[in-house]
């Protein structure tokens, strides 16, 4: 039941002619967000047709995306979970029922997901998948409610956790943030090639950047948008389905989203500069060089060395032709994998005292082995700078955290953490050096989730 860990994208297109393909190309923007596989759903106002498989966006639409004619689409990127049969768990997953065609595609994690399942099956309900997801599908279809908009916003009475839905009926697009905002979702503009307009859903702004749309705002936290035509033209309409204090996910900005995105309404990139700044001003150390893992610590360490006035050096360079570590579901192969894709430049790093800086530390498996290749080429002295917190709690809201246990720093101080992966020194940006970094809005971390940092889980 593992697979019940979304952390993935989700992107929906109303109103244009080439909304499968602005799907591809968004899915393709937001593909660091799930790498195992990827589905694209298209209305053409009379039938919701589906193509979806494992696999990278480039591979799964490689034959066929032409196939998908309507002006309507949703599309999903999922990403990997340990030991599963996740054919079935590919999404978007669609259903026939009274009210017509449906299809959903989910960014998030539902906390009630079993217990909705149990009663569900306990009813005869019968599931094809893992995923929670599908809990929304049967709850909608049993619904007796005599509109799709009335019975999605029941069946979000009943569920609970995190979620960014798009949903698709055969005539209009659905877009929903959970109540606390826990993932983002952003509503941008599109104009056609016949100068008309069509609307876009993306997880992250990313995803606009690449098709030319127009960013307009965040979906709010609690909010439902659906999308319709009336009289040619679209109608957007809003309900605030929820209304409560917002707990935004605070690790989008340590690692999961793409610095070129703006994440609830933030510039990834500054954030993520701001916190190598307020490292540099919270640990003041003597060294050579700084030097960035590739990718998840390179802005970081660029504040860092901005601030520090420490000279910044491209060390360690990586294979990009390889996917994240944190992917493989067995110890070994996480271990092969920090190999495969980190390099050092021994030329750079031999007889050097080196900062080191990563965005952060799960498991200890691959700073252990970056320091033990950076100490192969000859570093004298390795400080390594952690551009988050300590990690301390798993995730129940949709990243993928590995539980208790296999976190490192929930059963070891900073001095034993140390000593396990063999740093000289080692320091955490602390919470309040993050939510600086975040801007004055984020005070006190109030408006965010940080449950992975303090433990203070909202539901
Ligand atoms: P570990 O070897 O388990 O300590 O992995 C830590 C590295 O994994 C960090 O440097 C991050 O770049 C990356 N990472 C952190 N959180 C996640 C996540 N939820 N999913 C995938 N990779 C992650």
Request: include cysteine; aromatic fraction near 10%.
């Amino acid at each position: 039941m593992e697979s019940w860990n979304e952390k993935c994208a989700v992107v929906g297109v109303f109103n244009s002619e080439r909304s499968a393909a602005l799907c591809y190309y968004s899915l393709f923007a937001m593909q660091h967000r799930g790498q195992e596989s990827s589905g694209i759903s298209t209305s053409n106002g009379c039938d919701i047709s589906t193509i979806k498989g494992e696999g990278l966006v480039t591979s799964v639409f490689k034959n066929g995306i032409e196939n998908l004619v309507g002006k309507a689409s949703i599309g999903h990127n999922r990403y990997s979970t340990a030991g599963e049969d996740s054919k079935c768990d590919v999404q978007p997953i669609s259903a026939r029922y009274s009210l017509g065609q449906i299809a959903i595609a989910h960014n998030g994690n539902l906390v009630n997901a079993k217990e909705l399942r149990d009663n569900l099956i306990s009813k005869g309900a019968i599931f094809q998948s893992y995923l929670d997801t599908e809990n929304l599908i049967h709850l909608i279809a049993q619904s007796k409610a005599a509109k799709l908009k009335d019975r999605i916003i029941e069946a979000l009475g009943i569920i609970k956790g995190a979620y960014s839905f798009v949903f698709l009926s055969r005539g209009k697009l659905f877009a929903i943030r959970d109540p606390f905002g826990f993932r983002p979702l952003s509503l941008g503009e599109i104009i056609n090639d016949d100068g008309s307009k069509g609307y876009i859903v993306a997880s992250e702004t990313c995803a606009f950047d690449l098709i030319n749309a127009k960013y307009i705002r965040d979906i709010n936290p609690g909010e439902m948008l659906i999308f319709s035509i009336k009289d040619n033209e679209v109608l957007i309409d809003s309900i605030e389905v929820f209304k409560q204090e917002p707990k935004k996910c605070i690790f989008e900005f340590v690692y999961f989203s793409r610095p070129d995105s703006f994440v609830f309404n933030k510039c990834v990139y500054e954030v993520r500069k701001n916190m190598g700044i307020e490292l540099a001003k919270e640990y003041k150390i003597k060294a050579d060089l700084v030097i960035p893992v590739p990718d998840s610590g390179v802005i970081s360490a660029i504040g860092y060395s901005q601030e520090s006035k420490i000279p910044f050096e491209l060390g360690i360079v990586r294979n990009h032709y390889i996917g994240r570590t944190f992917i493989e579901p067995t110890q070994s192969m996480r271990e092969l994998k920090v190999k495969l894709k980190l390099n050092p430049i021994k030329e750079i790093i031999q007889n050097k005292d080196i900062i080191v800086i990563d965005d952060s530390i799960v498991r200890g498996t691959t700073s252990k082995q970056i320091i033990s290749i950076l100490r192969k080429v000859g570093a004298k002295k390795i400080h390594l700078i952690i551009a988050s917190p300590q990690t301390i709690s798993p995730c129940y809201y949709g990243v993928d955290t590995p539980n208790t246990s296999e976190l490192i720093s929930s059963k070891k101080n900073i001095e034993e953490v140390r000593e396990f992966i063999d740093a000289d020194s080692l320091y955490f940006l602390s919470l309040e050096g993050l939510y600086k970094s975040i801007g004055d809005e984020a005070k006190n971390g109030i408006g965010y989730c940080k449950a992975c940092f303090d433990k203070e889980y909202v539901i």
